[in-house]
Nanobody, 123 residues
Framework: QVQLVESGGGLVQAGGSLRLSCAAS????????MGWFRQAPGKEREFVAG????????YYADSVKGRFTMSRDNAKNTVNLQMNSLKPEDTAVYYC????????????????WGQGTQVTVSS
């Protein structure tokens, strides 16, 4: 089992920045790939960013590429999502997720989920 707790959400103006964090406990952290997903009202939960078990490989949705950066610290059991140049369309609940094995962009392939943190970007 892996327990995930997100933090760092909030309200920010367009063009601003936020840093989301996800703290993991339970199963050995370095054995799980991690992902960030988001869900806006009335929309499906979508992939935002993912990182491999070692942290050596990252992957981003086209909509956030160049603006968001995902990182992990296996010694501290944490992953972060640095979000810059935020846009109103980034407004959503952001979820941290963990998956046994390799990183994937497919939502249904993740095994563990956090409770989510709200990010609101005003225009």
């Amino acid at each position: 089992q892996v327990q995930l707790v997100e933090s760092g959400g909030g309200l920010v103006q367009a063009g601003g920045s936020l840093r989301l964090s996800c703290a993991a406990s339970g199963r050995t952290f370095s054995t799980v790939a991690m992902g960030w997903f988001r869900q806006a009202p009335g929309k499906e939960r979508e992939f935002v960013a993912g990182i491999s078990r070692s942290g050596g490989t990252t992957y981003y949705a086209d909509s956030v590429k160049g603006r968001f950066t995902m990182s992990r610290d296996n010694a501290k059991n944490t992953v972060n999502l640095q979000m810059n140049s935020l846009k109103p369309e980034d407004t959503a609940v952001y979820y941290c997720a963990a998956r046994r094995g390799r990183m994937t962009t497919t939502r249904d392939e993740y095994d563990y989920w956090g409770q989510g943190t709200q990010v609101t970007v005003s225009s």
